[in-house]
């Protein structure tokens, strides 16, 4: 990172801890963050992420060995802590020693963070408040990520820039703090820098990129999008608490109310409890999503996306994002240094 001194001085906590040149993740995102992705991620100089979603564990043990196949370099595996089969999909993160397995969707469950700990993984998480962040610590994990309403899929109900303002003087002095979320361009990622997190995690800017394999239909709709067209989703039922999901307006968008409708019906005539309500949902998102990544059902599939969607225009390699946005964080670190 010698083009980038200024940046590799902030950047040198978090890229240690990850084993990656650059402290820059990409989030994972279910059906994008596959081998060819993650394997570009980290071959580049980032830190790539395999998105297991509602994989089975033969499905992802299927996939760390592909994406091992395509890179010697580090790389995480995203697990949902909602999901039915955790405990074996931790086992195979075990058989495949990975380095780095992000707990996402919930509190981890007990006993989940001392079993990815007792085979030498770091545990990576995400907390919604100050307080969970800092049992979550205390409790074994290794890094905490940061992540805005201003992002793609699932997300919570405050701001990156309120978040990061609460959560890094906090904690950024003794723990390794990523911020994420509406984060499209390097002066973004300088200022985060700046204030003590110890790297940034992207998602949509990478969505879009040569190496992913999102259907092209998926990937005009980025191009064509603005900020504005990156809405949220709507809870019908108060009883039913529904993660809001930010993605671009389509007909998808509308399926989904009525898809909370019959789900909340369901548990007013007893056939679904509360988890399985919840699991029910979760499946929702992940066939509407694979409609518009893989098949490219742009109208009535899920076309997730943060709302730094505006700032993506055209496809372009891994290697060249990255090389942008390292660029521009330098540019914006480098000006604030000069004298006025």
Known sequence: ???YSKTAALMARGAHFLGSEYAVMCGAMSWVSERHLVSAISNAGGFGVIACGAMTPALLDAEITATRAMTDRPFGVNLITMHPALTDLIAVTARHRVSHV????????????EAIKAFGAKVIVFAPTLALAKKLFRSGADALVIEGSEAGGHIGPVSTG??????LPALAQEHIVFVAGGIGRGEAMASYLEMGAAGVQLGTRFAAATESIAHPLFKTAFFRANARDAITSV???PRLPVIPVRALKNKGTEEFTAKQIEVAQAIDAGTLDMMAAQLEIEHFWAGALRRAVIDGDVERGSVMAGQSVGLVTEEL???QILANLLSECEGALQKRLQPA
């Open 162 to 167: 309120v978040l990061a303002q609460e959560f």
């Open 1 to 3: 990172m010698t083009a």
């Open 102 to 113: 992000v707990l996402a969707g919930g509190i981890p469950p007990k006993g989940s963070v």
């Open 317 to 319: 390699p891994v290697a």
């Open 235 to 237: 809870q019908v039922d």
